[in-house]
Each structure stands twice: as structure tokens, then as C-alpha cells.
């Protein structure tokens, strides 16, 4: 393999993005052929072609190589160059299929990556196979590339390829991904001495190539080729001016092997061992560390609160391991720094052959306690000046405090994949389950003041999950109906009304379970809603009827009038209007010794409408009368109005259709001359 591709530059910038500020721009060489051989590939025929058929998919084009021998670096500089022609005019998403821990990335996760990019909100709760259905048809009218990054087989690639032969998939590989047809790898092998030499002396100059080239085709070799090891020996070099190559060439050769690795990581391994061994013991302890940051993403609180040194500390150090080719960074005013993913495993096994268990709990606890107060402070710089949570918030270290709510929620859009992660961490670690309810709590607040409840409801759904996952395990009721209800809420919203009566059921157990009155008849008003939602009112009014009669024994009256009027609407749906009519006689009732006008006004509306339903439109106007009253009262313009139009047509059924006339007269002129007649008259329905 004569040419060879290199980024050292941070991780490519995705669809809709703009470069860091201060980043450095991309520097690639070499790979031509490579290059030329995948743009080939794309004007390639395709087995459809060839059997006379269009083409029912996107290409595929597949860059398989073993760890650091510059795969990915060669699918961003494909997809750079390819975004530079008008092929793909809707631009790249990019998204990695595999976890810094090894795992593979679930399919539902890497679709809502993908739906964010493009914009597309995915219903909180879905599935792998409904969320890459949305992505297939937010692709299907687009010219978009997508770059499926260190893919681990075929089933995580194949749900994700868009039905639409104008876009183009771009997948790196450990190897082949049998199963999709029509995909001709692209391998990469180690550098042939030439470009390797080259690549070294990029990084520390041509003197020290010159004086000694044997030398430094000698180190290539003994690097295997491989770039991302190139870079770190480059590095330690380039750290060390009076260092010859013949000097780290000897030290590499002198480090003892590792038996347990394959021939195709050992040079990788020993290329960081030799870096590893050079640090300092702080820097070292620092480094290995970083394994435990949450998505392989760290920036300098994260680096500080794990070794329990100082920011701007961690900060300088951080700079220093991008130097020797140990980190990416964003380059960012705060930077975010990513671990590789060549290097990921390495530094798990170092860490956990170095540094005791003990040492390694006590720093993931630091780092996710520190996360915890970041999110405090996220959120309470909401809070106006002078309320407990700002005055609180000044007590803070300023390395704790953010300026303002838009640094903030900046702040959160950022660093949202990192804080995810972290609390998926804190849940599965098992033994930090307080620290871990802690750092999801705060970070739904926080999620649902900057984004609102509605916009985070993907991200808030999957952190429910978690707090359900540790009130199982710890056998704490109270906290799981809280999830469970949590959970069925957005359920509800999302049109998956079964699976969410199933879990108002499950809550309402959990309730019982933990003798917690709150969740037990919030969980019998929603399993009444439910039913409701699915048409069965018999069910509905029995469950409303529940939760009104523990209500009534725990005299929270405004649950009670809201429950008389929920038993009120399934009655009349039902077609039961006696029923309802006490019911909502009620809740007006109810509204009344509340204080409540504009709900007591509402309430008589509904009784009205009962009346007119049940043929009585005497009665009806004389409630309505009432209801309009009381609706002047509360200075509800809209529901005064809709009132009168209602008014006006049972006095038209009356047979009075001057009258009817007048109250016309009158809504039009409480919303105006040019409010719609239909706007006016769905008010009427609505309440």
C-alpha cells in the first residue's frame, strides 16, 4: 500500500454544523488511490443495473481496516471531497455504531442520531425498527451522505440504508459486513515505508529523517504502518527536540510484548505504552483515567473531577495528549476532547491493570458528583435574581457557575451525548444507584427548563427508563410508580394508549406497594383516562369513580372537581346524560367553593351542552345563561363568546331567531368582525 490517508485534525463536523471556532482545518495526504478506487465504485454498476432494474437502495461503500490504520480518517476526507460537488447538495450525517466500551451501538439510539440531525423529532419510546423507518423517510426526497462509522456486522448498517439511490452510505468496518450485497471493501494495510517516513517527518520536521532515513524506515516497520501509532512515536518526538530516531526506535523495540494481543494491534499497543510510560505519573494517572469518560467525550471538569486536580490543570494536560496524537479535541473556546476509538480499549485495560478498584470507583463518583452540580447550576441559573437557587448558585466555585441562561443551555446542547451517557453509566455501575438517581433527576430538570418537556421527551423517556431500572433493583415502590407514571405519560401522548394503561396498572401496584396516596390516585385517574382514550367508558367512569373516592377521603377538592368533570365527559360520551349532568353539576360546584371562575364557568358549559343533548333546551339556555354569566365574570373573552354562539343556536331550535341574532352579534364583536364563524364555533366544542 503505497499512500496513505491522515487526519489529525478533530472528528469531522456532521450535517448542519459549522466548524469549531479556533479548530484547525482537516490535514489529509495521501490515500489517492484509495480515494479514486470509492469514487469509481460509486459509478459502479450495480447488480440491479446489470439485471435491468433501478436501483432500490443507496450505494454502499465499505472501508474496512484494523484499528488505526486510518479508516475513519479516510471516509471523512471521501465525504469532504465529495461534498464539495453539487451530488449531495443536502449534506453528511455521520453517526458511530460502536460504544468506546466495545458495544455495539443499538440501531434505536444511532436513528435518533440521525433524526436530530435532520431535524426530525422521533416519538419518545419508539422502537429501533419505527425510529430507522423515520429515518428512511426523512431520506427519502434528500441527496444526503451518511457516514456509518466503525460498524461491528451488517444488522447494525442494513436498517439504516436509505430506500433512495440518490444518497450514498459510507461504512468503515473491521472487516467485511456480509449480508449487505453488492459491497466491494475497500482494505487498508499498514504504510509502505515512503509514506510513513513522510507522515514522520510532518510531525517533527525533516532534520532528524535526514540524518538517519534507515533509522526511520526501520521505526515505520516497527509501527507496523499503522498511522495512529506513527503519530504518538511522531509526538513523543516532537515532545523531545534533542531525541533522535534511533532513540525511540530502541526504547519501542525494548518494550516487552504483549502475548495476549493479535500481530495486527501490538504495534498500536506498544506505540502507546511508550507514550504512556514517558508521562509524568500524574499526566499517566490522568490519561488512563479518561477510559471512564462517559462516550469517550471529556473536557477539563471532566479530566479535573476524575483525578481531583485543578481545571485549568486538567485543561493544559488535556492539550498536551492531543500534541502527542492521545486525544482529539473540537477546538472550541472550552474545548470537548474524544478519546480515539483505536486507543479506547488500550486505556481500559491499562487503567484496570494500574489502578485499584477502589481508586477507580472514587474517581468515576467525583466525576459523576461534579456533573451533578454542573446540572444544578445549569438549571437554577434559570431561576430569577434573588430566588434561593440563584443565591445558592453564588456560593459555587466559578468553575461551577455558568453567565448567563444561554451559556447554560448552550452548555446542555453541547455536552447532551456526554451527559446521557453519564447517567447510563451511574445506573449500570450498581453500586452508585444514589449518585445515579441524583444525576438523572437533575438532569431532567434541567433538560425541561432549556429545552421544555415536550422537545426532550426522547431524552427525558430513556432517563425515566433508568430511574425504573434502579427502583427495581433497590425494591423502592414509591420511586418506581414515579417512573412508571412518568413513563406511561409519554406513552400517552406519543398514541400508545395500551402500552400505557398497561404501566398505569404496574404504577398503580408500585403505589399500594409503597402506601403513597398521590401516586395511587394518579395512577387510578390515568388508568380511567386510558380506557377512555380507547373508547371503553364503562371501564373509564369505574376507574374515575375509584380515584374520586380516594380523593374525596383525602378532601383534595380541586382533584375532586376535576374527577366530577372527567366522570361527567365519559358519561356523556357514553350517551349516560343523567349521570353526567350530576357529575358536572358537581364540579361546577366544586369550582365554586374553590374560587375558580373561569373553570366553574366551563363546567356549566358542559352542563348545558348535556342538557341540549338530552332534549331539553330550556333548561339548556337557562344553564348557558349561567355560564356565560359567570365567564364575564372571569374575563374569558373566548369562552364568553363561544357561549353566546351556543346560545344563539338553541334559540334558534326555540324558535326565536331574532334573539338569536343578537348573541350572534355579540360573539362577533367580543373576537372581532374577522374571526372565522368555524373558530368561533369549535370554542363551542372544545368547551
Same mark, same amino acid.
Given at each position: 500500500?503505497?499512500d ?58 465499505l ?33 458511530r ?5 466495545g458495544?455495539p ?5 444511532t ?8 431535524g ?9 425498527d ?7 423517510e426523512?431520506l ?18 442494513d436498517p439504516?440504508l436509505?430506500d ?12 467485511p459486513?456480509?449480508g ?15 509514506s ?7 510531525i ?6 535526514t ?13 507496523g ?17 534533542m531525541?533522535s ?60 473531577a476524575?483525578?481531583?486536580c ?13 500534541a ?7 477546538g ?36 459523576l ?19 434561593? $437557587?440563584? =443565591?445558592?448558585? @453564588?456560593? /459555587?466555585? +466559578?468553575? #461551577? ?6 451559556? %447554560? !443551555? *448552550? ?24 449518585? $445515579?438517581r =441524583?444525576?438523572? @433527576?437533575? /438532569?431532567? +430538570?434541567? #433538560? ?6 415536550? %422537545? !426532550? *421527551? ?24 414515579? $417512573?412508571?407514571?412518568?413513563? @406511561?405519560? /409519554? ?8 402500552e ?12 399500594r406497594?409503597?402506601?403513597d396516596?398521590?401516586?395511587i ?8 383516562? $386510558? ?47 343523567g349521570?353526567a ?48 354569566e ?58
Amino acid at each position: 500500500m503505497t499512500d496513505q490517508a491522515v487526519d489529525t485534525s478533530g472528528p469531522a463536523k456532521a450535517a448542519g454544523t459549522e466548524e469549531p471556532s479556533g479548530a484547525a482545518p482537516p490535514q489529509f495526504f495521501g490515500r489517492e488511490r484509495e480515494l479514486k478506487a470509492l469514487r469509481a465504485d460509486i459509478e459502479r454498476a450495480g447488480l440491479d443495473t446489470m439485471a435491468g432494474r433501478k436501483a432500490a437502495r443507496a450505494r454502499v461503500l465499505l472501508i474496512a481496516g484494523r484499528p488505526g490504520s486510518g479508516r475513519t480518517a479516510l471516509a471523512g476526507e471521501l465525504t469532504r471531497r465529495l461534498l464539495s460537488t453539487d451530488d449531495y447538495a443536502d449534506g453528511l450525517l455521520r453517526a458511530r455504531l460502536t460504544d468506546p466500551g466495545g458495544a455495539p451501538v443499538p440501531t434505536e439510539r444511532t436513528a435518533r442520531e440521525l433524526l436530530d440531525q435532520l431535524g426530525v423529532t422521533g416519538p419518545p419510546g419508539a422502537d429501533g425498527d419505527e425510529l430507522s423507518e423515520l429515518v428512511r423517510e426523512a431520506l427519502a426526497g434528500r441527496r444526503v451522505l451518511l457516514l456509518l462509522d466503525d460498524a461491528v456486522d451488517a444488522e447494525q448498517v442494513d436498517p439504516l440504508l436509505p430506500d433512495n439511490p440518490d444518497c450514498l452510505v459510507v461504512a468503515t468496518s473491521g472487516g467485511p459486513l456480509t449480508g449487505i450485497p453488492d459491497v466491494r471493501p475497500c482494505t487498508l494495510g499498514g504504510l509502505d515505508a515512503g509514506s510513513a517516513v513522510r507522515l514522520l517527518a510532518r510531525i517533527i520536521g525533516q532534520v532528524r529523517i535526514t540524518v538517519d532515513p534507515r533509522t526511520a524506515e526501520t521505526l515505520a516497520e516497527e509501527c507496523g504502518g499503522l498511522p495512529a501509532a506513527l503519530v504518538m512515536v511522531g509526538g513523543w518526538l516532537a515532545a523531545r527536540p534533542m531525541a533522535s530516531v534511533a532513540d525511540v526506535t530502541k526504547q519501542l523495540r525494548g518494550l516487552p510484548e504483549e502475548t495476549e494481543q493479535s500481530d495486527g494491534v501490538r504495534p498500536l499497543a506498544r506505540a502507546f505504552r511508550l507514550v504512556h510510560d514517558s508521562l509524568p505519573a500524574t499526566a499517566a494517572r490522568i490519561l488512563r483515567l479518561l477510559a471512564l469518560a462517559p462516550a469517550g467525550l471529556a473536557d477539563a471538569h471532566t479530566a479535573s473531577a476524575l483525578a481531583g486536580c485543578s481545571v485549568s490543570a486538567a485543561r493544559t494536560t488535556l492539550d498536551d495528549f492531543v500534541a502527542l496524537g492521545l486525544l482529539r479535541s473540537n477546538g472550541a473556546d472550552e474545548p470537548q476532547y474524544e478519546v480515539p476509538g483505536c486507543l479506547a480499549p488500550l486505556l481500559r485495560a491499562l487503567l484496570e491493570a494500574t489502578d485499584r478498584p477502589a481508586e477507580i470507583q472514587l474517581a468515576r463518583a467525583r466525576m459523576l458528583e461534579r456533573t451533578v452540580r454542573l446540572l444544578h447550576s445549569c438549571r437554577a441559573v434559570t431561576d430569577p435574581e434573588g430566588s434561593a $437557587a440563584r =443565591r445558592k448558585l @453564588a456560593g /459555587l466555585p +466559578r468553575s #461551577l457557575r455558568f453567565p448567563g441562561p444561554d451559556a %447554560a !443551555a *448552550a452548555w446542555l446542547r453541547t455536552h447532551r451525548p456526554a451527559l446521557l451517557a453519564s447517567a447510563q453509566v451511574a445506573v449500570e455501575d450498581g453500586e452508585l444507584d444514589t449518585l $445515579a438517581r =441524583r444525576l438523572v @433527576a437533575a /438532569l431532567v +430538570r434541567a #433538560l425541561a427548563v432549556h429545552q421544555g418537556t415536550e %422537545a !426532550a *421527551a426522547p431524552e427525558l423517556y430513556g432517563l425515566h427508563g433508568l430511574v425504573l431500572a434502579v427502583a427495581e433493583r433497590r425494591d423502592l415502590p414509591r420511586e418506581r410508580a414515579a $417512573a412508571l407514571l412518568n413513563l @406511561a405519560d /409519554l406513552d400517552a401522548r406519543t398514541g400508545r394508549t395500551r402500552e400505557a394503561l398497561i404501566r398505569y396498572r404496574s404504577a398503580l401496584d408500585a403505589g399500594r406497594a409503597a402506601k403513597d396516596p398521590y401516586a395511587i390516585g394518579r395512577a387510578m385517574e390515568s388508568v380511567g383516562g $386510558a380506557y377512555a382514550e380507547l373508547g371503553d367508558f364503562q371501564r373509564a367512569s369505574d376507574w374515575y369513580g375509584r380515584a374520586l373516592a380516594q380523593r374525596l377521603t383525602q378532601g383534595e377538592r380541586a382533584d375532586e372537581a376535576r374527577l366530577y368533570g372527567r366522570l361527567g365527559a365519559v358519561h356523556t360520551y357514553a350517551g349516560r346524560y343523567g349521570e353526567a349532568l350530576r357529575n358536572w353539576r358537581a364540579a361546577a360546584a366544586g369550582y365554586r367553593r374553590l374560587g375558580d371562575v373561569p373553570a366553574q364557568a366551563r363546567a356549566l358549559s358542559e352542563a348545558a351542552r348535556v342538557q341540549e343533548y338530552a332534549g331539553r333546551p330550556r333548561e339548556s339556555l337557562h344553564t348557558c345563561q349561567q355560564a356565560v354569566e359567570w365567564a364575564r365574570r372571569a374575563r374569558d373573552v373566548r369562552l364568553q363568546a363561544a357561549l353566546e354562539l351556543r346560545l344563539a343556536d338553541t334559540l334558534d331550535r326555540l324558535g326565536d331567531p331574532a334573539a338569536a341574532r343578537l348573541h350572534r352579534g355579540l360573539a362577533d364583536r367580543l373576537l372581532g368582525e374577522e374571526s372565522p364563524a368555524c373558530e368561533i364555533r369549535s370554542a363551542v366544542t372544545e368547551n
